[in-house]
């Protein structure tokens, strides 16, 4: 048998192992970042800063009982190392800063559902929430009017679920799961939907319905009542 040519074809299988070793880093951040942000709502957390600096300790360990607190600096009763490198594979990670529309402010126009999607990509929780509060509810709804763009809706539910819990932002909230409800292809969206992204979507109805607590006069004077969180549970099949 001529085995002229084989070395050509030969499996790079170091090539190979390394890729493998990278996707399930990745699949394991994924997860690892899904589950803090679930905890982050479970314990009602008071602040985007909060919320945010949770899901990125995700990746780190509570301290083992033997080791020495007052080797960290500065000393903190949190489970969560503070002391975390600000750098990780070259790309330094931001500090705690407060949420701000500096980075995704870009005049006054409104945006086509190409660019929505460009200046939502890059974004982490916090500022995708600010993002969709300056574009609006009713906005939003009308760039994913035609099509849903793959992958957005289950985004734009844990952005939302990060929401504080006032009648501003109960109303946006409200409003923009409404809005997105009208979509050509909003059921089709519906069952692409992730395991964790359903989780999170049924988190979101709960927690808007812990929000109508000393609220319901304010929110019904904006038609809002819970009634209308029932509808919107039966339209997102939860």
């Known amino acids: 048998m001529d085995m002229e040519g084989e070395d050509d074809e030969t499996i790079n299988f ?13 699949d394991a951040k994924y997860w690892r970042e899904n589950d ?10 008071a602040t985007f800063d909060e919320f945010r600096d949770l899901v990125k300790a995700s990746h780190l360990k509570p301290l083992d009982r033997t080791e020495k607190l007052n080797s960290l600096q500065p000393k903190r009763s949190s489970i969560w190392n503070s002391l975390a490198p600000r750098k990780k594979q070259g790309v330094e990670m931001e500090t705690t800063q407060p949420c701000t529309l500096n980075m995704i402010q870009h005049g006054d126009s409104v945006p086509t559902t190409v660019e929505f999607v460009r200046r939502w990509r890059p974004l982490d929780i916090c ?10 509810a009713q906005t939003v709804g009308q760039l994913v009017k035609s099509e849903i763009p793959v992958g957005i809706l289950g985004e734009i ?19 923009l799961l409404e809005a997105l409800t009208e979509a050509k292809r909003f059921n089709l969206s519906l ?8 989780a999170t979507c049924k988190q979101l109805m709960e927690k808007l319905n812990r929000s109508f607590q000393n609220r319901q006069q304010d929110l019904a004077e904006e038609g809002i009542t819970e009634w209308t969180v029932l509808e919107l549970k039966n339209k997102y099949k939860m």
């Not at 170091?14 to 990745?26: D, G, R, V």
């Open 14 to 26: 170091i090539a190979l192992e390394t890729e493998l070793h990278a996707a399930i880093e990745e």
């Open 36 to 45: 803090a942000k679930l905890k982050a709502v479970e314990q009602r957390v």
């Open 127 to 136: 500022d995708r929430l600010l993002l969709l509060k300056r574009t609006g």
């Open 157 to 175: 539910l844990q952005a939302l679920l990060a929401f504080p819990s006032n009648t501003t932002d109960i109303v946006f909230v409200v409003r």
């Open 191 to 198: 069952q692409f939907l992730s395991s964790v992204e359903k």
